[in-house]
């Protein structure tokens, strides 16, 4: 199974602050139809995960364009930039390109 | 649109089976996979098993002996059947689609006696 190794497991970030998350792959997400299917979650407290971005850079309908994602083959990074007070959680990183599905094991944003 | 909801009991015996409903709208189970997710309290998330469009399922190695995932395509809904729960299997249990872009609201069992 691919393995997801996200970095770091916790950030601490005042509003307005920008930030960074590094999800690294155990091999390359490149799909044989061209396609990365690396995408990016936030879980907020009592809630399940909501999809922020997908294909490592498209942003989901609805989410703001605070978030932006990034990488190619096995290095990927979700930024925030300016956080918000709605934007802490847990967020992770999961990839559907090799079955099965599998998760980084999240990056906890608390707000200073 | 595309929507997901999980539903089942919250409390299971040890020993006993637990069995989860996972309800689709806004598109079909024969063009489309369901994942079963499951998250213990205060941990990460644990793919469990997938039912593919064409029906054939994947599961998780470590859970392969104990879970059966099923369907219905005309009341597109997935089931999960799991036996033999132990007080690990506490967790909120989560359906999605194939891709992982959508996600029910998830259901929490327990298992206790």
């Known amino acids: 199974d691919v393995v997801l190794t996200q970095t770091p497991p916790t950030l601490s970030a005042t509003i307005g602050q920008s930030v960074s998350i590094s999800c690294r792959s155990s091999?390359?997400?490149?799909?044989?139809?061209?396609?990365?299917?690396l995408n990016w979650l936030l879980q907020r407290p009592g809630q399940s995960p909501q999809l922020l971005i997908y294909?490592?850079?498209n942003l989901e309908s609805g989410v703001p364009n605070r978030f932006s994602g990034s990488g190619s083959e096995t290095d990927f990074t979700l930024k925030i930039s300016g956080v918000e007070a709605e934007d802490l959680g847990v967020y992770y990183c999961?990839?559907?390109?090799?079955?099965?599905?599998?998760f980084g094991s999240g990056t906890k944003l608390e707000i200073k | 649109q595309v929507q997901l909801k999980e539903s089942g009991p919250g409390l299971v015996q040890p020993s006993e089976t637990l069995s989860l409903t996972c309800t689709v709208s806004?598109?079909?189970?024969?063009?489309?996979?369901v994942n079963w997710v499951r998250q213990p309290p205060g941990k990460g998330l644990e793919w469990m098993g997938t039912?593919?469009?064409?029906?054939?399922?994947d599961y998780n190695s470590a859970l392969k002996s104990r879970l059966s995932i099923s369907r219905d395509t005309s009341k597109s809904q997935v089931f999960l059947k799991m036996n033999s729960l132990q007080t690990e299997d506490t967790a909120i249990y989560l359906c999605?689609?194939?891709?992982?872009?959508?996600w029910g609201q998830g259901v929490m069992v327990t298992v206790s006696s």
């Open positions: 039912i593919w469009n064409d029906g054939s399922t």
């Open positions: 999961m990839q559907a390109t090799h079955a099965p599905l599998t």
């Open positions: 294909s490592v850079s």
């Open positions: 999605a689609d194939s891709g992982g872009g959508y």
């Open positions: 806004g598109f079909s189970l024969t063009s489309y996979g």
């Open positions: 091999q390359s997400l490149l799909d044989s139809d061209g396609d990365t299917y």
